[in-house]
Structures are given as C-alpha cells and as structure tokens.
C-alpha cells in the first residue's frame, strides 16, 4: 500500500498542473469536474489505505527521491501516514472532495473557473503534503502552498479593492507566523543537523533537557507560526477579512483545513512542547483567551459569514487549549467534528447568501423569508454541533471531552472557566444567528431551490455532524473510547479529574449550551443585542485590534515611507537651492542699500563661488554613462589605492 | 611552464582594456563588448589561480561567470534594441533622462 | 615552443581587444572580439582547462557573437553613424585611469609571489563535473533560476504589442 502514497497529494497536484497548463483547451463545466475527479481519486487513495489496515498496522512510509542533495543535507520527498496523518488526510481529503463537489454548481455562474479550481486543486495537494511530509522542509513547502493559495483564493474576485486588500492581508498577517517558524526549522537545523520529524522528535528529548533556553526558543517559535496560520491572537486579524473569498473557500480553507493546520503542527511536534512547560501552558492561555475573543466578538456581528469567521477564530482555540493542557488526541477529535459542523455552516450560510442576491446582512437575510427546508436543518444540525448540544451532536462529545481535560491541567479551573463562558456564548451566538435568520421563513411557493450538486455536501457533512461524536463518549460512561483508544499509543494519556468532579463538569457544560439557546430566543425576541449596548461596537470591530495595528504599524510605516522620501527631496534639491537662493535675496538687499564696494564684491563672489558649486554638484548627475562610469572606476582606483598603501 | 603572474598580468591588462572601452566608446554596444572583455579577464583569473592550485573550483567559478554573463547580455541587448526603437539613438550621450534636472542656473 | 604558443595567443587576445578601442565598424569591433575571446579559448587551453576552452569557444565565440552580429544587423548599424572614429577629446583622463587601474591590479594580483611550479597538471571535465554537481549543486540550481529569469525577461521585453 506504502507505493501508493504518493498519490494522495500527487493527484490534485497533476489536477492542478493540468488545468494551469491544458485547462484553455477544456471546456468550463469539464474544468469543475475533472478538478473533482483528482480530489475524488485522492479520497479513493486515503479510503483504500484505511481497507487496507492502515489505521491498525505501523506507519506507512514512501520515500519518493531525494530532493536536494548538498554536502551531507539530504531533505527527501518522503510521505509518512501514521495514525496522526491519516485523521488529517482523511479530513482534508474529505471535505475537500465535498467542497469541490458543492463548488460546481455555486461557482457555475463564474467566468474564471480555471482559476478557481487551479488554486483549489493546488490547495488540496499543499495541504496534503503538508500532513503527509516526513521532515520539517517538506512539511514547510505545503505550508507556504496553502498560504499562497489562500491568498488567491480570498481576493479570487480581485477587481474589488476590499476583496484584494483582504487577500494582502492575511498574506502579510500569516507571513509573520511563516516567518517565525521558518526561524523554528532552521534553528532545529543547526541543533540536529537533520529534518526528519522521526529523528528530530525522538531525539530532542536526549539533547535538550526540560526547560532549556534553546527548547523554549525552538517551541516558541514553532508556536509562532501555529498562531499565524490558525488565526489566534495576535495574528487572528486576517481571518474575519478572509471571509471576501467565496463561500466554498471561506469552508474549506478557513475552517476545515488550512486553519488547523497550526494545530497539527502543534500536535506532529508535541515532544519539542513538553520540554517546554511554560510555553506549552501559553498555548493554553492563547487558546483560552481566543475562545472568549471570537465568541464575544461573533456575538456583536451582522455579517453572515463573519460571525461565521469570529466561531472559527473561537472554536480553534478550544483546539489550542487541549494541545496546551497536553490532551492532543482530544484536539484532534475537536479538529474532525469542527471540520464537519463548520464546513456544513459555511457552505449553508453560503447556500443562504448565494440564494438571496449576495446579501450578508443577517438581519436583512431574515427579512427575505424563505430559504429551503434543507438549507435550514441543516444549518440548525450544524448550529447545534457549534453549540454543543447534548448527547444528539458531534460537537457536544469533542467539546465537553476538552472541557474535562482542562481541569486536570496546571490553572486548570481557570481554563475551565474561561471554555466554559465560551460555550455559553457560543450558543448564545450562533442561535442568535439561526433565530434571526431562518425563524420568519415560511415554506412559501417561490421558495428557491438548492440545485443538485449543493445537496449531496449538506446531507453528508449534516449526518457527520450528528455522528461523528459517538466514537469517544464522555469519561466514566458505561460506553466506548475508540478514538483515545486507537490514540493512546501516538500520545500520552491525558490525567483526567476524578470522576466526582467529571460528572459535576459533565452536567454544567450539558446544561450551558440549553442556557446559551434560550438566552439567544429571548435576546432576539427582544431585539436586544446588536443595538443597545455601548460595548457592541467594540466587539463588532473585533476588541479593536484592526484599529490598534493600524495606529500601531501601518500608519508609522507609511509616515516612515514619506519621511525617506521627503527626505531625498530635501536634501538633494533643497539644501543647494535654498543656500543660493538666499544669499541671492541677501546680495541684493545688500547692493540696493548700502553701496560698499567691498562687501558687494565679497557678497558677490560667495554668491558665485555657491552658483559654481551647485552647478558642479549638478553636473554629476548628468545622465551620462560613461560620467558614472568613470566615478566608479575612479573610486574602485582609489580603494585599490587605499587599501595597496 | 607559465608562471602564475604573467597569467594574471594578461588577465589584469584586459581587465583594464576593457574598461577603457567603456569608458572611451559611446556606442552602446561597444560598451557591451567592453563588458565581455572585462568579465573575460576575471574568468582568466580564476582559471588561472584554480590550474596554480590544482583546483576544479576555479573552472567552476569561470562557469557560473559565463551564465551570469549570458544572462546579463541576453536582457541587455534587448533593452539596446529597446532603447533603439524607442528613441532612435544608439550612443550614450543622448540617452541622458536620468540627468539632474536643476542643471544649470538655479532658479 | 609551449611558451611561445602562449605569450603569442596573450599577445593577440590583448592586442585584439585593443582593437575595438580603435575600430569605427561595428562589425569589425564584433570580429576583433570573437579574436580575442579565441584566444583566450587557447589560453585556456594551455593552462590545462580543456573544458572551459570548449566552452568559451561555444558559448562566447558561438552563442553571444551571434547575438551581437544579429543585433548589429536589426539596428542596421554602420560606420558612417559611429562619429568616435577619431579619439575623444578626454581620452586622457580615462586612459590614466585605466592605466593605474592596471598597475594597482598587478600590484595586488602579485603581492604574495606564488612559489613557481613546474608542471602543468590539466584538469579534466570529470572533476569539473564532480565540483559542479557536488559541493556546487545549489549554485547550479540558482543558475538555472537565474537563466529562467533572463529568459522570462527577455520574452517580456520583445513581446509584440507593447504601449
């Protein structure tokens, strides 16, 4: 089965080659389905290995060549698909095939689908390499490709400035992240002398000791690059701008996949975080802190999608806790069922927008009335998997299992406090949202329908929704823990609280999310939030923090810019005119008053003597070639010269 | 057996001979010539010092010269032409746009 | 004889480029250089370095002489239209220049004077190949990209319908 590895990411990778190299000779509609046959033969590929027993047997590997060799530095083109991997490829594999699917008929109306699907397939095959990657070099060239096709695919329309704008944004935002862990990988380099995440992981341990300066540095900046890619503050601003792409990307990239990639990340590398407490109780703290962030500022949007965004920002940080509290197999699962519930959410929500004119506003959406039965359950399935509703839903299984997780930690209650608060705003405002949506929609006769190849995707990734959580049940349940179970041998077991307490703990976050629905009724039935309160328009523009790198940043580096360039001006111009200028005025004043010979003359001759300099100065920007020419061969004489002596 | 220094005499009195070119023709493409000359005497520097030391390095240095220089050539003779049919001229002296233009009395 | 050979062959590279100093043709300037690129293709040769030898015949005296020949045709260039036939008036100034430049740099090439040796080893395209595809592969690599650059930039610049 190993051979075939390479099929995984290598098909949408030809998919892609093809459509940018033959995709003019194709017609539009042949365009959308052959870039979903190469993601449908690369979910074949992922669904065969796990027939053949791949998620019971040892890892598989593939080592297709080797891609640069100097010296004694060999980086190969290598696959490994331990269990790790195959969650993430079957993810990404997944609903990427599903996404593509539903994009044929969303994007049927766009006259650039080569594009469209160029930079989806490429997408697919980036990320896949990216989970797929067997050392750290190859691991940082999927990286890099989902970025750069991120950023294609967020200003995909680029004739609007706000939608290119948005498309620079998270490029530059996320290439501070790139940028820290592309330092990760090269001081890993110079420690081990080697990539290979086999090797690096199983030998960190024996050359660092717990704690060291250099383990501390090499997992903060790995960190670094986890929070710029999976939108965590302080680099969450991209994400919520994001949201100008089209509605299959926002699902595909900025929920399911690329945005966890940071988790992965966090996850494939978790021995370099465990010789580091501190920095591993911070990615707690971040994703602790985030989970308040996006939620209260989803709560305060009008915007459909970037409430949408805000949940996203949120929801990855309930990710980070659990990677941070060292209950990784759990942030796994949280990965797979928010895959499910986000994607069906985005591409409801983009069913919704699609349908009614391209209007985002929710409440004008809920004006518009009718929107189809299915679009409709299915946004209330993936709404209440958000909210973690009990027992039915995928997110209340992978929710209250982090939850549980977090007490156990260092400040645990703390943490628990915090991701408890999350999940009652979380309800709060994803409800908010459904309630003034979908509630005045009456089944009316011009109802519009869903065309065919959007309904298969809902359906599926509706049924996940639902049951994708019963593979782990909460602690102390007379039931199965498969996925811990098939995890426990990648990760070290999580300590949970006694069981006392994990019942109590079970029960509260059981009881919130009905609190948060409720909540959401009476608020909308009040009209209440979204109008009153002064603190909503700080949560609406996201606690400020696009104001504050604004005024921070962008505003001292343009003044900056036009400081060097006025610069230039003055003193290249200016100092030389104005000196002549004003002796020009000072000579004159000085011989239409008092008529002295000799001051005259001596004001004269300054005044010439500055004429004559300005006009040598001048000369040697004359624009003549061989002039520089000569200067340049007159100053390398004279190094020569200087350095002969 | 040629000693080291007269190799690198040849190579410095090249080098030199190239530059007056440069520096004395105005036609464009004479100044191009005067560069190939100029990067020829650095090749047989290096050539020369590689073969004193018994060394591959300095073939390999003169390689990577000869694609810098066919690189440099290929987009320099096209932007001649350019600036051929752009402007009409061929020689140096009236290609002056990039001059100061507070030449001359000061206002 | 081996020395003859040699102090010859510098003696027309040198001379040749000279010439172009002199030449009002362009095209003559174009011969003068292929001569003295041949001769340093001899040079090199006698040095020990076959490979460059071959080399510098193909690339410089082949491919780039091309280039200038073909260039000198489309802009239809003659003599009449090349006015620095006679010497320039500040023709002093820069041979100075150049001269020094000369002095400076044999002072320095010659600072350390080398031990003679006695042999000439030559040394042949396999090392040649080994060091390049070895320890200079990267270099290779950035040499490439650097070829696919020119290339690039050459189609953009004399593609049609430019405004």
Redo the contacts between chains.
């Keep these: 089965m190993s051979q075939f590895l390479w099929l995984i990411p290598g098909t949408p990778m030809l998919g892609a080659l093809i459509i940018a190299l033959l995709g003019g000779l194709l017609q539009r509609r042949h365009l959308a389905i052959m870039a979903t046959c190469a993601a449908a033969i690369a979910f074949l590929v992922v669904l065969l290995t796990w027939l053949a027993g791949a998620a019971t047997s040892q890892p598989l590997q593939q080592t297709l060549y080797t891609w640069?060799?100097?010296?004694d530095w060999n980086p190969t083109i290598g696959f490994i698909l331990d269990r790790l991997a195959l969650i993430m490829v079957s993810v990404v594999s997944g609903v990427g095939l599903l996404i593509h699917i539903y994009s044929i008929s969303f994007m049927a109306e766009d006259s650039d689908q080569r594009r469209y699907y160029f930079f989806l397939n490429l997408f697919l095959a980036g990320m896949l390499i990216l989970v797929l990657a067997d050392n750290l070099l190859l691991l940082y060239l999927g990286w890099e490709l989902v970025g750069l096709c991120s950023f294609a695919l967020i200003g995909f329309w680029y004739h609007e400035p706000m939608r290119a704008s948005a498309g620079r944004k998270a490029f530059i935002t996320t290439r501070i992240g790139d940028m820290s862990l592309a330092l990760g990988i090269f001081l890993l380099y110079s420690q081990f002398n080697d990539l290979s995440l086999s090797y690096l992981l199983a030998n960190a341990a024996a050359q660092w000791e717990a704690g060291s300066q250099l383990a501390i540095l090499t997992a903060l900046l790995i960190l670094g690059g986890a929070i710029g890619k999976s939108a965590q503050l302080p680099l969450q601003v991209w994400l919520p701008d994001a949201m100008a792409g089209p509605s299959p990307v926002s699902a595909l990239i900025h929920a399911a996949t690329m945005v966890t990639a940071g988790v992965y990340l966090i996850a494939r590398t978790y021995p370099l975080f465990e010789l580091a407490p501190h920095v591993q109780w911070s990615v707690a703290a971040i994703g602790a802190i985030t989970i308040i962030y996006g939620a209260s500022a989803a709560l305060a949007q009008n915007d459909f999608k970037r409430i949408l965004a805000y949940s996203t920002i949120s929801q990855v940080g309930y990710m980070f806790l659990a990677l941070g509290c060292g209950a990784y197999a759990l942030a796994l699962f949280h990965l797979v069922t928010h895959a499910f519930f986000k994607s069906l959410l985005f591409l409801a929500a983009g069913t919704v927008i699609h349908s009614s004119g391209n209007e985002h506003n929710i409440h004008n959406l809920g004006r518009l009335g009718n929107h189809s039965p299915l679009v409709r359950w299915s946004f209330l399935i993936g709404a209440a998997s958000l909210a973690g509703f009990p027992l039915i839903t995928a997110g209340f299984y992978s929710k209250e299992a982090i939850l549980t997780a977090t007490w156990s930690a260092p400040a645990g209650p703390l943490l628990w406090v915090f991701a408890a608060f999350g999940v009652l705003l979380t309800a709060v405002y994803i409800f908010r949202v459904y309630f003034l949506v979908f509630q005045g929609s009456q089944s009316s006769a011009s109802m519009p329908s869903v065309s065919g190849s959007m309904t298969w995707p809902l359906l599926i990734l509706a049924l996940f929704s639902l049951i994708g959580g019963f593979v782990e049940f909460p602690e102390g349940w007379p039931a199965p823990h498969l996925w811990s179970t098939w995890l426990e041998d990648e990760f070290k077991s999580v300590v949970l609280p006694p069981l006392a307490i994990a019942y109590s703990l079970q029960f509260i976050t059981s009881l919130l999310p009905l609190i948060g629905i409720v909540l959401a009724f009476v608020l909308v039935r009040r009209k209440q939030i979204g109008h009153s309160l002064p603190i909503i328009v700080f949560l609406r523009r996201g606690w400020g923090f696009d104001a504050l790198y604004q005024t921070m940043l962008i505003q001292p580096y343009f003044s900056l810019a036009r400081f060097l360039k006025n610069t230039d001006t003055l003193l290249v111009?200016g100092t030389?005119?104005k000196l002549?200028?004003a002796c020009?005025i000072f000579a004159t004043a000085c011989r239409s008053g008092v008529e002295h010979g000799v001051l005259d003359k001596s004001i004269n001759g300054l005044l010439a003597g500055l004429?004559f300099g300005?006009?040598r100065l001048?000369?040697?920007?004359?624009?003549?070639?061989?002039r520089y020419?000569?200067m340049i061969?007159?100053g390398?004489?004279f190094l020569?010269?200087y350095?002969?002596w | 057996m040629i000693p080291l220094t007269h190799s690198l005499i040849i190579a410095a009195l090249l080098f030199s001979l190239g530059?007056l070119i440069?520096?004395l023709r105005?036609e464009l493409l004479f100044?191009l010539m005067g560069l190939e000359v100029m990067f020829n005497g650095a090749a047989l520097t290096a050539v020369a010092a590689g073969q004193y030391w018994n060394n591959a390095d300095g073939q390999v240095l003169t390689i990577f010269l000869m694609v810098v220089t066919a690189a440099e050539l290929a987009v320099a003779l096209i932007l001649v032409w350019l600036a051929y049919e752009h402007f009409k001229v061929t020689q140096?002296?009236m290609?002056?746009?990039?001059?100061?233009d507070?030449?001359?009395?000061?206002? | 004889m081996y020395e003859v050979i040699f102090y010859l062959t510098a003696a027309i590279a040198v001379l040749a480029a000279g010439a172009i100093l002199k030449v009002s043709h362009p095209v003559h300037a174009a011969l003068y250089l292929v001569i003295s690129l041949l001769a340093l293709a001899l040079i090199f040769f006698l040095l020990g370095a076959p490979l460059l030898a071959a080399l510098q015949v193909m690339i410089y005296a082949g491919a780039i002489m091309v280039l200038f020949l073909f260039l000198i045709m489309v802009m239809n260039l003659r003599s009449e239209r090349n006015q620095s036939l006679s010497l320039p008036s500040g023709w002093k100034?820069?041979a100075i220049?150049?001269l020094?430049?000369w002095l400076?740099?044999m002072?320095?090439l010659n600072?350390y004077p080398a031990e003679e040796t006695n042999e000439m080893t030559a040394i042949e395209p396999k090392a040649v190949g080994h060091a390049l595809f070895g320890?200079y592969?990267?270099l290779v690599e950035a040499a490439a990209v650097l070829l696919l650059a020119a290339l690039v930039a050459a189609l953009y610049l004399s593609r049609k319908g430019r405004s």
Excluded: F
């Design positions: 640069i060799a100097v010296g111009e030389l005119q002549t200028h020009l004429r300005y006009a001048s000369a040697t920007q004359n624009g003549l070639l061989t020419a000569l061969s007159a390398a004489v020569l010269s350095w002969l | 530059l440069i520096l105005r100044i140096i002296d290609l002056t746009q990039l001059k100061d507070t030449r001359g009395e000061p206002p | 100034g820069p220049l150049a020094i430049l400076e740099l002072l320095l600072r320890p592969l990267v």
